[in-house]
């Protein structure tokens, strides 16, 4: 956390070298939960210009009683919830309707249930994720309310605690958790949904 | 030991202590059905943390910076107009206070106020009051409408 302090300091005395090494050095986390939080792809960049002016404007604020990663995840989190809540933005949303679905379309869609399906067709090597499963994964991804992408982008991206991750989001640790679970595992049935729909067309 | 639930797979590639991996473990080898599940669960966690199409402009920092020196230099701007115009306030008064300006300035205004006088009194007397009040009146308004654009600025700036 010290080692933030010099970079700190410098901007506060007006350096603004200094500040745009410190964009450099915290652009990727911005732009990551940007990206992910706003779907609208013209908007991202001024957005990320929004959240860095605001973190210009507010750094005399900043105690250092937090990792400054943290704090930067919130203005960004905060920025990104006020535009959603501007365009009216679907935030939050129950995901039990869409795990029914996504688990009667797979039963639907087969010759037999899922469970007999399970075990029975190829995935492709584990490392490698194919450009087709990628561009799915995206789209199903984007599909989901804006919490749960933050989520998942602050913990597979960020790599965050949830402890971290409830701190940025202001959501109880029981929360985050859970939250997570359930899209992972919609996203998981959707996969496994796409592999053996692959299967099944040859 | 049954097959292995969605929060296990999660847990076992979260890495959670609270699961016993050896058990995980001996059964992913030993159960087909388990084992794809998990494939599945890998393969996202790897599209996940995936960072392809998160991309700036190049000048991204640059453009932010540019920004806010734009900025810095409107706020300078208005500090020294507003420091500028106090210093020529305080000018005029000195001059006022160390010579007979004053004195010239309000016979020149009262010679104007001679010259459009029968206009104003036109006004005057739809007010029934008296000319000099109604003209100090407008200069008191023009002031207040000044000073107000002055403080909605400094406001929202």
Redesign the interface.
Known sequence: MDQERPLVEKILNGD?QA??QF??KY??LV??MV?RMILNESDR?EI??DV??KI?QNLAKFQFQSKLSTWISKITYNTCINYLQKKKALLYDDLTIRENESDSAVFDSRPSNL?SL??EFP??D??A?SQE??EM??VE?NSLPAQYRTI?TLY??ENLSYDEIGEITGMPMGTVKNYL?RA??L??DK??EK?AEQEFVK | MNHLTDEDLQKYLDKDPELNKTEVDRHLKNCDQCRQNYMVYKQLYAGLADETGFMLSADFSESVVSRIRKKREKTYSFFESVLLAIAGLFSVGILFYFTNLGDVLLSVFKKNIQDIEPFLRGIGDVLGGNLTIFIFAIIIIILFGVADKLIFQIKHR
């Open positions: 603004l500040f745009q964009i450099e652009q990727r732009t990551h990206f960049e990320c210009q860095f002016l210009y469970d399970k075990g995935l492709p584990e490392s994720i499963v990628s994964l995206y991804l998942i597979h991206l679970f992972r595992k996203l998981k996969l496994l592999y």
